[in-house]
């Protein structure tokens, strides 16, 4: 497996980043980039023009990943040459479809196959339930099946996030990427890194993602008694304070879960994931310093994982809220990936809406927020 990647920058243009790889003919190419960016279209001419056969996915985001620099309004851009790994890339239109679950099930039955070893998956991050989409591909996927991937980022404007295979891209596809043999490994982690801030209290009113109720009593008067003072800068103050939820069986990993708006009229709060009934739910609170430690915990998960030191090929996918929370401080955490990963690494990825990948075990998958996930590849 050959990695090269390339950054773009207005003042710049396209350079190489790290060791530059030759590559004669890509298979595959994956585009990070900010939404305005990325609507300017001619910017990947010259890609198809050097690499005909490649199949070219783009994804807005809330910030691209290069090395260890992170960027606004800039392209993070993988090229990947196999040597004995077919793939097969599925897009989907959340206009097509009644619900997130069927998308999510017809786009995993025009993959799937015995020799399906992972499923790399960019979704619009807007009009797509992650968590419904998640719960459709895990339904329909083999046993030995690993999916991860992330929901499209819009930075901090939240008006519109794009998904695009081999054609300009646009609002509600979903693309998903099919890595098919025995060749390739995939290794995943992921670390959250918050702090409890309140007991545990169980979910007695929601409808997916859509909070009404915490042990029988309003939860988003609840969450403003908790906050204080802070509940005055609600909606924005929420990415500070997300919640952690699990299953009433109390086994395996807790998720995280952002909030995206509360409703005063419905006493509601709706976050960018499913809240089910019958869930645990604890409030939790930012440790900048746990956050990035939880970033190089991530990495060290997804080596395990991997079975190997040395990645061909690192892909993060952070969330936008991570990054508002770490501010200044948010290379640190990709920093902290890096001297985990062999030097010759390629690292690359973004800050999304939602990341995607497993939860208890590397075959099961969720939705996950305010979370570093981390898919590493390597082929034999």
């Known amino acids: 497996m050959q990695v090269l990647q390339l950054q773009w920058k207005a003042k710049s243009g396209w350079l190489p980043i790290g060791r530059n790889t030759p590559i004669k003919n890509a298979d595959l190419i994956l585009c990070f980039g900010g939404r305005n960016v990325l ?224 409703n005063e009229e419905e006493q509601s709060m709706t976050f960018a994931g499913n809240v089910p009934e019958g869930f645990s739910a604890q409030l939790m609170k930012r440790n900048p310093e746990r956050l990035i430690k939880g970033a190089g915990e991530a990495a060290h998960i997804a080596l395990e994982n991997l079975g190997s030191q040395n990645p061909d090929l690192a892909i993060l996918v952070s969330c936008a809220g991570r990054k508002i929370v770490l501010g200044q401080h948010i290379d640190e955490e990709v920093e902290e990936v890096k001297n985990k990963m062999g030097a010759d690494t390629v690292i690359s990825g973004f800050y999304s809406y939602g990341e995607i990948g497993p939860k208890n075990n590397k075959y099961d998958c969720e939705l996950h927020n305010q979370t570093l996930a981390i898919t590493t590849f390597k082929e034999n």
């Open 39 to 262: 609507e300017e279209n001619n910017r990947f001419e010259e890609f198809r023009k050097e690499h005909p056969n490649a199949q070219i996915v783009y994804s807005s985001t809330a910030g691209e990943i290069a090395d260890i620099d992170v960027n606004d309004e800039s392209i993070s851009a993988i090229l990947m040459q196999f040597d004995d790994t077919p793939i097969k890339t599925v897009r989907k239109n959340a206009n097509d479809f009644d619900c997130s679950l069927i998308l999510g099930k017809e786009l995993l039955k025009e993959l799937n196959a015995p020799d399906l070893k992972h499923v790399f998956v960019l979704s619009d991050g807007q009009l797509i339930n992650g968590s419904e989409l998640v719960t459709g591909m895990s339904k329909v996927k083999n046993d030995n099946t690993i999916i991860t991937g992330g929901m499209a980022g819009d930075g901090y404007n939240f008006k519109k996030t794009l998904v695009g295979l081999d054609e300009p891209p646009k609002e509600g596809e979903v693309v998903a990427i099919g890595f098919f043999g025995e060749n390739i490994q995939i290794g995943f982690g992921s670390k959250g890194g918050w702090d409890v801030m309140t007991k545990q209290r169980v979910i007695t009113k929601s409808d997916k993602n859509v909070l009404y109720e915490l042990d029988g009593k309003s939860a988003l008067t609840l969450y403003k008694e908790y906050l204080g003072d802070a509940a005055a800068e609600l909606p924005g103050a929420a990415l500070y304070y997300p919640l952690s939820i699990q299953d009433d069986s109390g086994i395996g990993n807790p998720v995280i879960r952002t909030i995206l708006s509360i």
